[in-house]
Nanobody
C-alpha cells in the first residue's frame, strides 16, 4: 500500500509562489497516474493537475499557465509549483495516485493534505 506525505504549504500574499512536495513510501507508486487535488472549505474536492510518463502533464483550466506538476526520475516524489497565486487558490491540497489516467475517478492512495492560504 502506498503512503503519501505532502509538505510545502503555507500562507502567501496574492501573486506569490509555493512549491508543494509529495513523498511516496512504496516503489509501487511509479505504476500509477499521479496528481494533485484541492478542497476549499465548504466546497467539493477539485482535481488540479496530473502526470505520467506516457501522457505527460494535464491541468485544470483554473490553474493552467500558473501551476506546474512534475515528478522526480525515481517517481517517488511529486511536485506542484504554484506561481501567481490567487486568493481563490486557498485550499487544502492533496496528492493522490490512481489507476485511471487523466480522470483519476478512483484513487488508490492520497495524502493527509497541506494547507495553502493566499491573502489579497
Amino acid at each position: 500500500q502506498v503512503r503519501l506525505v505532502e509538505s510545502g504549504g503555507g500562507s502567501v500574499q496574492a501573486g506569490g509562489s509555493l512549491r508543494l512536495s509529495c513523498v511516496a513510501s512504496a516503489d509501487t507508486y511509479r505504476r500509477y497516474y499521479k496528481g494533485w487535488f484541492r478542497q476549499a472549505q465548504g466546497k467539493e474536492r477539485e482535481w488540479v493537475a496530473g502526470i505520467d510518463s506516457v501522457r505527460g502533464t494535464s491541468y485544470a483550466d483554473s490553474v493552467k499557465g500558473r501551476f506546474t506538476i512534475s515528478k522526480d526520475n525515481a517517481e517517488s516524489t511529486l511536485y506542484l509549483q504554484m506561481n501567481t497565486l490567487k486568493p481563490e487558490d486557498t485550499a487544502m491540497y492533496y496528492c493522490a495516485a490512481s489507476s485511471y489516467p487523466l480522470s483519476m475517478r478512483k484513487l488508490v492512495a492520497w495524502g493527509q493534505g497541506t494547507q495553502v492560504t493566499v491573502s489579497s
